[in-house]
């Protein structure tokens, strides 16, 4: 197998490291999928995370470090010049010397949904990101106007949560309330209160783990009616949409109503929309 020449595309999340190795054909040799991040900002461990995922994937391909011929990871959280120094600690192995290119995973996903064409993607999973390439090939981003899209998961639950305990839920919250309080092994309302008094819990990370993993709820108890969590869904789309068109302003096609093609990334899944934001 030896003297083979790979690929190595990492996709580096808030919650998810995903490593894949392929020819230059495009023939995939591993594909590794590890529930750990690889995000500094979300987890101590990430550096190690990383790390594993990518011996994992050169274990399954049955390929050295030294046949690897070029890698370009996409890391959540790499947003500052001076991010560099640990982003590239993440891919650091001694015998894997090939060409490595480094960005945030906005630029991945912008670069696999439109294929570097002008265009904004609208990234909401772990973190919340709103990035665009326009036609000038000039990188844009929502951060750059300090503003923040509260449509990462964790932000979903928080705001259903706050809902409910100040008491704004009818008829059709029944079932959001009851997967709310069985979430946070709670008897009513009263009793989650008291926990939210508390902070739910010391620690930052984990509190907006548990927070994180009642999304799901959120947007499916959106879908099945109720009004709190369509509540809280449209409140976030609607600083979505706010983004993209401040994004917009930067692309020659740029009327006021109209916006470049957009990804939407949830729970892992990723839907393109394109035309009207």
């Known amino acids: 197998m030896a003297g083979r ?3 190595m595309g990492i996709d580096g999340g808030g919650s998810n490291t995903r490593v894949i190795i392929a020819s230059p054909d495009g023939n995939i040799a591993a594909y590794i999928e590890d529930q750990k991040a690889a995000s500094q900002h979300r987890d101590n461990q990430a550096t190690d995370n990383v790390k594993t ?7 399954v391909a049955g390929c050295s470090p030294g046949e690897i011929c070029g890698m370009a990871a996409g890391i959540a959280g790499y947003d500052r010049d001076q991010d560099l120094e640990w982003v590239q600690e993440l891919t650091h ?17 912008h670069y696999g949904a439109l294929m570097a064409k002008p265009g904004v993607v609208v990234i909401s999973g772990t973190g919340s990101i709103i990035f665009g390439i ?11 106007y ?3 899209a509260a449509s990462a998961a964790r932000f979903l639950a928080y705001d259903a949560v706050y809902e409910a305990v100040a008491g704004h839920t009818d008829d059709t919250d029944g079932r959001l309330v009851h997967d709310m309080l ?4 709670a008897a009513n309302l009263g009793e989650l209160a008291l926990l939210g008094r508390d902070g739910f819990h010391d620690d930052r990370r984990e509190r907006d783990r548990v927070f994180g993993a009642f999304a799901p709820y959120v ?7 109720s009004s709190l969590a369509q509540a809280v869904c449209d409140r976030s789309i609607h600083q979505i949409v706010v983004g993209i068109r401040l994004l917009g302003r930067h692309f020659q096609a740029f009327s006021g109503r109209n916006a470049a093609g957009c990804v939407h990334r949830e729970r892992g899944e990723q839907h393109l929309f394109s035309g009207k934001a």
């Open 5 to 7: 020449k790979l690929i």
């Open 53 to 59: 995922a990518i011996r994992k994937a050169l274990s």
């Open 93 to 109: 192995l001694p015998d894997m010397t090939c060409p490595k290119w480094h960005v945030n995973d906005a630029v991945a996903a």
């Open 134 to 144: 326009n036609e000038e090939g000039q990188y844009i981003r929502n951060y750059d």
């Open 146 to 148: 300090h503003h923040y």
């Open 182 to 185: 069985s979430h946070w092994n």
């Open 219 to 225: 947007t499916e108890a959106a879908a099945a009616g």
